[in-house]
């Protein structure tokens, strides 16, 4: 959504604090993003915090003093690429779908002609109002999204249909409004990502080079796919991801913890990480220090988390195998070795592949015995490629 022009609307609902997560998600996303506020929504938001978040005035009058007093959202209905209604009250549902314009927010919205998201949030009686349910019916009819509220507990304390819909199928919604296609909606996938650390001493560890490029690249295109994702991450220097569920691990033994806890009703399991094969089997508790003698460290085989979920989860499991030599016929023994559905093999020695690198070469094998090279090319577009295909295979 990077440099979309995005109007958030905030009407008045005591969910109007959400919509704060919905315009820092955009942001992030890179979308230039102004908000306009109903009087109501100011009751329960300052226009100070949305000011803040978008770093842009936000507009509550339809004729403020300006220059351009009355104009702003004349002006506004040629420059925006979609329209977010969040939250949505049965009063401004109702409004906008029997072209009532008497207020900045009304006014806009029957001047405006872009794409228009409705994410509805008000007392379960309210929704299911037969004048709301006409008009959430008329506003589809005219091509607008109007999304379902979630079912729940309300502010009222009463419970039914009325609280505002999950964040992640709000951003969903946007998509949809972009044409993007989602075709993990609805899916939960599980990634992981980066090095795992194991224990010499309380300084120092066993590790490897990966940046966790591949993995956090993978977790971002499975979220621009609808996917709700938990991504699992060894150390590295790359920042959170919006919209992702993060959790951070050091050893193996950890990230095996985290996966165990989330693969169950996990879709599918992208399993990037490049997790240490042996650990320490006595860490020492202080500092070993410098002397003339040889160091033997004794090892011992760290938990293989992929032999540890087998059976425990009905996704499809994707793997990766990092090799130096013998790829093809390691990538062969591991497929059937670990019993997952996929094998993504690159080559740790392979230039602009592997560790370390913004770009990498595949090749996919299936347990269907089919298999296929994607050609070196930047790791964003060869994770698109690769949730592609194994989503189709």
């Avoid at 958030?8 to 998600?25: M, P």
């Avoid at 001047?111 to 349910?133: D, G, H, I, K, S």
């Amino acid at each position: 959504m990077k440099n979309k022009n995005i109007l958030i609307i905030v009407t008045g609902s005591i969910a109007a604090y959400k919509a704060c997560e919905v315009v820092r998600l955009l942001r992030k996303e890179g979308a230039n993003v102004q908000v306009m506020m109903s009087k109501s929504a100011l009751e329960f938001v300052g226009k100070a915090t949305f000011a803040a978040l978008t770093n842009n005035e936000v507009i509550t009058e339809i004729f403020p003093d300006t220059p351009k007093a009355g104009l702003e959202h004349i002006e506004m209905a040629m420059e925006l690429d979609a329209i977010v209604v969040v939250p949505a009250t049965a009063n401004t549902i109702c409004k906008t779908a029997n072209g009532v314009a008497d207020d900045v927010v009304s006014t806009t919205l029957s001047v405006c002609e872009q794409p228009t998201l409705f994410a509805p949030a008000m007392n379960f009686r309210m929704w299911q109002n037969p004048a709301t349910m006409e008009a959430v019916e008329k506003l589809r009819k005219k091509g607008c999204m109007v999304l379902d509220p979630e079912e729940g507990q309300l502010a009222s304390l009463h419970e039914g249909e009325g609280r505002l819909p999950k964040i992640i199928d709000i951003m969903n919604g946007i998509r949809n409004l972009f044409e993007m296609p989602l075709p993990l909606a609805g899916k939960k996938v599980l990634v992981t990502a980066g090095p795992t650390r194991e224990a010499i001493d309380p300084v120092r560890f066993i590790s490897n080079r990966s940046s966790g490029k591949m993995g956090y690249a993978l977790a971002e295109k499975a979220r621009n796919m609808g996917a709700s994702v938990i991504l699992i991450s060894g150390p590295v220097s790359l920042p959170p991801i919006p919209e992702i569920e993060m959790i951070y691990v050091e050893t193996a033994e950890e990230m095996g913890v985290s996966v165990q806890a989330n693969c169950n009703d996990a879709d599918h399991l992208f399993m990037v990480a490049a997790v240490a094969d042996y650990s320490p089997v006595n860490p020492a508790d202080q500092k070993i220090k410098r002397n003339s003698e040889n160091k033997s460290i004794e090892l011992k085989p760290a938990l293989d988390i992929l032999k540890s979920i087998k059976g425990k989860t009905k996704g499809k499991v994707i793997a990766f195998a990092l090799e130096t030599h013998d790829g093809e016929s390691e990538a062969q023994r591991k497929l059937v070795e670990k019993g997952v559905d996929f094998i993504v093999l690159n080559y740790a020695n392979e230039e602009g592949a592997g560790f370390e690198s913004s770009t990498n070469r595949v090749t996919i094998f299936s347990k269907s015995g089919n298999q296929i090279e994607l050609k070196k090319d930047r790791k964003d577009r060869i994770a698109q490629k690769i949730i592609e295909y194994t989503l189709n295979n």
